[in-house]
C-alpha cells in the first residue's frame, strides 16, 4: 500500500527554538493516523505545514507520492482539513458557508452540501446564522465543509473539541465509516489518550517537537506488557505469600489493594488458590495489558497526557 | 477568478458593511439637496436650480467621508478573515492567495463605485427631470458624472495602504485609527480650499471636486498641484500595492492559535 503523506525531516524553528523539530511522518493510504502529543508539543504547527499555512523551516512534505512544489494546488483539492479551529463566516447560514466552499473547490453540483449536512446531522439546522451555532455544531460543520469535495485524505486538528460525549461517540463512529467504507485517510491530532485509541491503526506521539515515536497500533498491543491485576484486602501480606510460597519476584504494588503480577500470566487459578488458602480475600483477578497511557508515560518520560 | 469574487461578495452578506455605505452615502444626498432650497441670484430673482453646484456639494461630501469610509471597508474585509478565524481555511484553498487578494480589492473597488453611484442619486434624479424639462445641460451631467468617475478611481489608489495595514494589524483597529487621522485632514483641508491639499493622497479625490467647481466662487484656474498630487498617489498605490502581494502570499498565517 502507498503513502499518501509523507514528511521528510520537517522543521519548524521560530527563532532559536525548534518548535517541530526533524519529523518524518508516514500515513499509509487507508491509515487512521493518531498524532498524539500534549499541549503545546507541536501538532497544529505539523499541520499548519501541510496545508501550506506556514513555511517549514527544512525539510520536505509529500502528498499523494509527490513533493508539495508546484503542485500543491492540486493536492490540496484531495485532503479536506480543519486546522486548530473550524473558522465560518458568522453573518451567514450553514448552507451558505458551504456553498463558498463548494465554489472555491470548483466542485460542479449543489447536491454534495445537503449530502453531507445529512452525514453530521445538521440538515435542520442549514438555514441558521453560524453566529447562533455552538461550538459543537461548529465542529460538525467544520467536519462537513472538510468532506465536502469527497476528499482522499482528511487532516482534522482535534476535531472533537468541544462534542459532548454523545457527539464524541458518533464523530468516531463516523470517521471509522470513511475510513472502512469510502477509504478515506484521516489524519487526526488530539491530546487525547483514549480517543486516539478507540480509533487509531497508526500512531505518531509528538513530544516537544520532536516526533518519538510512530508505531501501528497492532504492533502497539504486543509492545504493551501483560500482567495479572490481583485486587485483594491486603496487597502487602499478599505480596509476601506469593514471594514465600511461589517464589515470585516481578510484581508491583500499584495502588491500595491491587498487585500487578508480571509472571504465571497462565496460572491465575492457581496463584487465587494459593492466596485464598493463606487467608488472603481476592476479589478479583484478570489479565491486563499494559495501556497506551503506561506505554506514553515510559516514552515521554512521565510527561502526563491531560 | 470571477468566482472568487464572487465569494467575497457573498462574504458581506448581512454585514456592517452595508451600514458604512449609508453613511457615504446619506451625507452626500442631503447636502446636494440643500441646493435645491429656493435661493435669491444677485440680481434679486429667484435663481434656478444650479445641477453644478449640487455635484460639487455632493462630491465634497463624498471626499470627506469617503477615505475613511472606504478604509474601513477594506480592514473589515482583509482583517476579519483573520478575527474570525476563517484565514487558515481560505489559505487552504487550491487558489493561490494572491488571486483572493485581487478578489478583495476587487470588491472594496466594487463598494467605492457603489458608493458613489448612491451619493449622486439625488443630484441625478433631480438632473434627469431638468432633462425632462428640458431646462438641464447636459454638458454638466456629463461633468458630474465624470468627477464621480474620478474620485472612484483616486479613491482606490489608497485602498492597498489599508489593506497593507490590516493584514499585518490582523485587525481592523489600525484602518479606524487611518480612518479618523484622515477624516480630519480631509475635512480641514477642504475647509481651506487650498489647492496643495490634493497632495496628501487621501486627499487627491478632492481634485475633480475642485476642478468641477471652477467658476463657482472661490475657485479659479485648473490646479497646479495635479501632476505631482497624481504622481504621489501611483506611487502611494504601488509601493503599498507591492508590499500587499509579496506579504499576503508569503506570511505565516497563525490565526486561531
Ligand atoms: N508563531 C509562533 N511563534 C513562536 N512560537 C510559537 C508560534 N506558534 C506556536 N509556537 C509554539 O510552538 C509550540 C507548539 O505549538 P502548537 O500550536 O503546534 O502545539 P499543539 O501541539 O497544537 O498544542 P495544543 O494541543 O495546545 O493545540 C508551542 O510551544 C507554542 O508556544
Ligand atoms: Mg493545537
Redesign the interface.
Given at each position: 500500500m502507498g503513502f499518501c503523506l509523507r514528511t521528510h525531516h520537517l522543521t519548524k524553528r521560530y527563532g532559536e527554538k525548534a518548535v517541530v523539530h526533524d519529523i518524518n511522518l508516514s500515513i499509509r493510504t487507508g491509515d487512521i493516523y493518531g498524532f498524539l502529543g500534549q499541549n503545546g508539543a507541536g501538532k497544529?504547527t505539523t499541520l499548519?505545514m501541510l496545508?501550506?499555512?506556514?513555511?517549514p523551516s527544512a525539510g520536505e512534505i509529500e502528498l499523494f507520492g509527490a513533493g508539495l512544489k508546484g503542485s500543491?494546488?492540486?493536492a490540496?483539492?484531495r485532503?479536506g482539513?480543519i486546522?486548530?479551529?473550524p473558522?465560518?463566516?458568522?453573518?451567514?447560514s450553514a448552507a451558505?458557508n458551504l456553498?463558498?466552499?463548494r465554489?472555491?473547490?470548483?466542485m460542479g453540483n449543489k447536491e454534495c452540501i445537503d449530502e453531507v449536512l445529512t452525514t453530521v446531522g445538521l440538515l435542520d439546522a442549514k438555514q441558521q446564522?453560524v453566529k447562533n451555532y455552538s461550538l459543537g455544531m461548529k465542529q460538525r460543520l467544520g467536519i462537513a465543509?472538510a468532506l465536502l469535495h469527497h476528499p482522499e485524505l482528511l487532516i482534522l486538528d482535534e476535531p472533537t473539541n468541544g462534542l459532548d460525549p454523545v457527539g464524541i461517540k458518533e464523530v468516531r463512529q463516523l470517521f471509522l465509516d470513511l475510513a472502512r467504507q469510502r477509504g478515506i485517510s484521516i489524519l487526526i491530532s488530539s491530546h487525547l489518550l483514549n480517543e486516539i485509541e478507540l480509533l487509531a491503526t497508526r500512531i505518531g506521539i509528538i513530544h516537544k517537537g520532536k516526533l518519538l515515536e510512530e508505531i501501528d497500533y497492532e504492533a502497539l498491543q504486543r509492545k504493551a506488557r501483560q500482567y495479572l491485576e490481583i485486587k485483594v484486602d491486603d496487597e502487602q501480606r499478599a505480596a509476601y505469600i506469593l514471594e514465600q510460597k511461589l517464589g515470585v519476584t516481578d510484581y508491583l504494588v500499584a495502588g491500595p489493594g491491587i498487585l500487578h503480577l508480571y509472571e504465571r500470566l497462565d496460572q491465575s487459578a492457581k496463584v487465587n488458590f494459593t492466596l485464598a488458602s493463606n487467608g488472603i480475600g481476592v476479589k478479583e483477578i484478570v489479565l491486563s495489558g499494559d495501556s497506551l497511557e503506561d506505554y506514553f508515560l515510559k516514552i515521554t518520560g512521565g510527561a502526563r497526557l491531560v | 477568478m470571477f468566482s472568487v469574487f464572487n465569494t467575497e461578495m457573498m462574504k458581506l452578506k448581512n454585514t456592517k458593511i452595508l451600514w458604512l455605505v449609508l453613511i457615504g452615502v446619506l451625507p452626500a444626498n442631503l447636502v446636494s439637496l440643500i441646493a435645491l432650497l429656493p435661493k435669491i441670484a444677485p440680481a434679486g430673482t429667484p435663481a434656478g436650480i444650479n445641477l453644478q453646484d449640487m455635484f460639487y456639494r455632493q462630491g465634497q461630501m463624498l471626499t470627506i467621508w469617503g477615505p475613511a469610509l472606504f478604509a474601513l471597508m477594506t480592514g473589515y474585509i482583509i482583517a476579519r478573515e483573520y478575527q474570525e478565524r476563517t484565514i487558515n481555511q481560505l489559505f487552504s484553498y487550491p487558489v493561490a492567495r494572491v488571486s483572493f487578494l485581487a478578489a478583495k480589492l476587487a470588491a472594496v473597488l466594487a463598494l467605492i463605485a457603489l458608493t458613489t453611484v448612491l451619493s449622486s442619486v439625488s443630484v441625478f434624479v433631480v438632473g434627469a427631470k431638468l432633462v425632462f424639462q428640458q431646462h438641464a445641460d447636459l454638458n454638466v451631467l456629463w461633468l458630474g458624472m465624470r468627477m464621480n468617475m474620478m474620485i472612484c478611481a483616486l479613491s482606490f489608489g489608497t485602498i492597498p495602504v489599508a489593506a497593507a495595514l490590516s493584514m499585518v494589524g490582523k485587525n481592523i483597529i489600525p484602518v479606524a485609527v487611518l480612518g479618523v487621522f484622515v477624516t480630519v485632514i480631509t475635512a480641514i483641508g477642504e475647509a481651506g480650499h487650498g489647492s496643495q491639499g490634493i497632495l496628501f493622497p487621501w486627499l487627491t479625490p478632492y481634485w475633480p471636486v475642485r476642478q468641477l467647481a471652477q467658476g463657482i466662487a472661490q475657485n479659479s484656474g485648473p490646479n497646479p498641484y495635479a501632476t505631482p498630487a497624481l504622481v504621489v498617489l501611483a506611487l502611494t498605490f504601488i509601493i503599498s500595492l507591492i508590499f500587499c502581494v509579496v506579504y499576503y502570499a508569503r506570511a505565516d498565517v497563525h490565526s486561531g492559535s
Open positions: 497544529t499548519r496545508m501550506g499555512l506556514i513555511r500543491r494546488a492540486m490540496l483539492e485532503v482539513a486546522i486548530e479551529y473558522g465560518f463566516y458568522l453573518n451567514l451558505e456553498e463558498i466552499h465554489r472555491l473547490m470548483g446564522k465543509r | -
